[in-house]
């Protein structure tokens, strides 16, 4: 009888037997299904796409060979944002405007042109209450045209490379204000590796970094982790390595960082997203001065920065150092978004954002364009004329 019970499991084995099954297994199953997941299914290539074009029956958002992408010309459509659809119309050049109409190449008056991405181009908001469609009706009185080259997911090289086909094709225009964007730095990462049809000779940014999908930490394969990780907008899988050739350098760019670099640790590629970026503004201020252009730039905070209450972000310090430097004029659109009393900054975002969105509404619009038209008055006793100095 003793021989029997001898044979029985111990306690401890059995309760290292209940752990095996109720816990490790669950997280063996996780992990490997994650393992599996990623390397059979698309999620690592979720940087590599760079830009899905909207391929809706319009046709509305177009690939573009010059300059990546753009919008269609001509075209009454709507587009959707936030799960709520809005009017958009587009101009003979493929302009976000009021009307379908028809814009000469040439003019005899003075003529400015915004272009920056999707704070520019006025996503969820038809043009009429967009910031640009503000100032547009502000200035028109004053005889100056108004022009809007901004699309969703620009960035200083798409923008150098969309201005110099413009140029090129025969536009002309007197005066160009850059909105430079937070997720700049991030975007000149992505588009680094699209190459223009029609690119510069001296061109040494494109393709400068070969992208290859980054391997996911031991235990950023667990679907469970990854899950609670995307809850809080931090997708681990959504990284990619890139690599320099000449130099064997690599570093890996976090797609989660576009504006949370602004602050706190500086990511391993922004050295290079701000390396590119600043390259490409020298190009289009060359170019701008080339054509007797009037070139400016312009810088505004997202909701995180505002939420943070860093009114002094290392993008706004990056872009006032360098714009001194360079000696280019910078409407900085900081202040107005950073009352001191933190009640006052909850309202903003509360008031000027669309909700769980890093745009502006109609009432962040207005606010914009008041500011802008304000900077834009003090800095102009009078409208530039048609062919304005270098320099204003």
């Known amino acids: 009888m003793s021989k029997m019970n001898d044979r029985r499991p111990v306690r401890w084995q059995i309760r290292v037997l209940a752990v095996v099954v109720v816990v490790a297994l669950p997280l063996a199953v996780d992990w490997i299904a994650g393992f599996l997941t990623y390397h059979l299914g698309d999620y690592r290539d979720t940087n590599q796409g760079v830009f899905r074009i909207n391929a809706d029956s319009t046709g509305f958002r177009q690939p573009h060979r010059d300059y990546h992408h753009g919008l269609a010309p001509k075209r009454v459509t709507t587009d959707t944002w936030a799960h709520q659809s809005y009017p958009v119309v587009t101009n003979s050049l493929g302009f976000k405007d009021q009307t379908a109409r028809d814009v000469p190449l040439e003019s005899s008056e003075p003529r400015l042109m915004f272009i920056g991405d999707s704070f520019t181009e006025g996503i969820a908001v038809p043009y009429a209450q967009t910031w640009v469609g503000i100032v547009d009706h502000a200035l028109s009185g004053q005889g100056i045209e108004v022009l809007n080259a901004g699309v969703a997911s620009y960035c200083p090289k798409t923008v150098y490379y969309k201005t110099k086909a413009l140029l090129e094709s025969g536009l002309r225009v007197s005066h160009i204000v850059f909105f430079i964007d937070v997720s700049d730095m991030a975007d000149e990462v992505i588009f680094n590796d699209f190459v223009p049809a029609n690119i510069d000779d001296d061109d040494v940014w494109t393709g400068r970094y070969v992208k290859t999908p980054h391997i996911p930490a031991l235990t950023e394969y667990s679907l469970i982790h990854r899950t609670l990780l995307k809850q809080q907008g931090r997708d681990p899988w ?130 914009v364009a008041r500011e802008w038209l304000r900077q834009y008055g003090e800095r102009y006793s009078k409208p530039p004329s048609a062919t304005p100095a270098s320099e204003p």
Request: aromatic fraction near 14%; proline fraction near 6%.
């Open 238 to 367: 959504k990284k990619t390595t890139l690599t320099d050739p000449r130099t064997g350098e690599s570093f890996v760019f976090d797609n989660n960082e576009r504006e949370r670099w602004t602050r706190g640790p500086k990511p391993d590629w922004l050295d290079a997203g701000e390396a590119s970026a600043k390259y490409y503004v020298t190009k289009l201020a060359a170019l701008c001065a080339s054509h007797d252009i009037t070139f400016e730039i312009a810088i505004y905070p997202w909701p995180g920065e505002i939420a943070a209450n860093d009114a002094h972000s290392r993008y706004r310090k990056l872009w006032l150092t360098f714009c001194a430097e360079q000696h280019f004029a910078c409407y900085d659109l900081h202040d107005i978004f950073f009352p001191a009393d933190p009640a006052a900054r909850e309202q903003m975002l509360a008031q000027d954002f669309i909700p769980n969105d890093v745009h502006w509404n109609a009432a962040g619009h207005q606010l």
